[in-house]
């Protein structure tokens, strides 16, 4: 069965301070790999997503994350945050022989301090 | 932009009663999916839809949960006697097929009291 881990629940950042949110997943193949950003009241957007090829994946917003397959982690970073980057980021694990379904992590709340 | 849209934005309902939840997803998607938050939990799947029929679904996914394409554009998503513990936000999302990411609504927030 596939299961994500956000080990931080709460990261608090200053703004123009780098961000690296962690992500580790539990899957048997190679799995697909997403970030999505939920501001307060919002929906689910989209940061990125890894599927196959460079493990280095560039997003909106200037997010990245990086694919470790030995590690089985997709962190995700921004160089320099920006107050509104402040929301709750989720990792999510899919695989294409389970129909997409996506699996999700528990979150990580992003606070940035002036 | 194309987008998944979801109506309402938020339903109150008395336990018992049934609620639909609507979703129209974007247009030359193929497959479609619920899922839902309970407030301060993760994101959990609930089912997933393709070629009219469901693929996929969870356990939370009791007879009490349906899902239904009417017509070529809304996806629904029926509770039909809501508990107090359906109260969450639930997502409806769409995918071009099963290796492209998917898109989420805005989500309904389902308040049952």
Known sequence: AQSVTQPDIHITVSEGASLELRCNYSYGATPYLFWYVQSPGQGLQLLLKYFSGDTLVQGIKGFEAEFKRSQSSFNLRKPSVHWSDAAEYFCAVGAKAAGNKLTFGGGTRVLVKP | ?113
């Open chain 2, 1 to 113: 932009e194309p987008e998944v849209t979801q109506t309402p934005s938020h339903q109150v309902t008395q336990m018992g009663q049934e609620v639909i939840l609507r979703c129209v997803p974007i247009s030359n998607h193929l497959y479609f999916y619920w899922y839902r938050q309970i407030l301060g939990q993760k994101v959990e799947f609930l089912v997933s839809f393709y070629n009219n029929e469901i693929s996929e679904k969870s356990e939370i996914f009791d007879d009490q949960f349906s899902v239904e394409r009417p017509d070529g554009s809304n996806f629904t998503l029926k509770i039909r006697s809501t508990k107090l513990e359906d109260s969450a936000m639930y997502f409806c999302a769409s995918s071009r097929n099963t290796q492209g990411e998917a898109f989420f609504g805005q989500g309904t927030r389902l308040t049952v009291v």
